[in-house]
């Protein structure tokens, strides 16, 4: 299966439960369960809650790829990331 990446939260979604759902309860690959349920998003929130959000997992994120980062350190950077989201971009509805 390949790996897909919520294009709201950034999340790595690699099993069917990780993924949204979509009006008609078929899965979405483009939004996490925790992003986007029955064809809408879960929460209305800006990039920035978005990212604020993400950065209560600091912790377990530098466990799982081995970084040390500080939320601090971390923020400049999923800034840009969350930049470059589907739900994010400017261009985007």
């Known amino acids: 299966m ?7 939260c950034g999340m790595p979604m690699k099993a069917a439960g990780e993924f ?3 009006a ?3 899965q979405n690959t483009e939004y ?3 992003c986007f349920r029955n ?3 879960t929460r209305d929130v800006t990039m920035e809650e978005m990212m604020e959000t993400n950065l209560k997992y600091i912790d377990e994120w530098n466990r799982s790829t081995g970084n040390n980062m500080t939320a601090d350190e971390a923020r ?3 800034r ?4 470059t989201l589907k739900r994010w971009k400017k261009d985007s509805p």
Do not use: K, M
């Not at 390949?2 to 294009?7: A, F, L, R, T």
């Not at 840009?80 to 930049?83: A, D, T």
């Open 39 to 41: 064809g809408a998003f």
């Open 32 to 34: 996490c369960v925790h």
């Open 2 to 8: 390949n790996e897909y990446i919520c294009q709201s």
């Open 20 to 22: 949204g759902t979509n």
């Open 24 to 26: 008609d309860l078929t």
């Open 80 to 83: 840009e990331f969350l930049s």
């Open 76 to 78: 400049p950077i999923l």
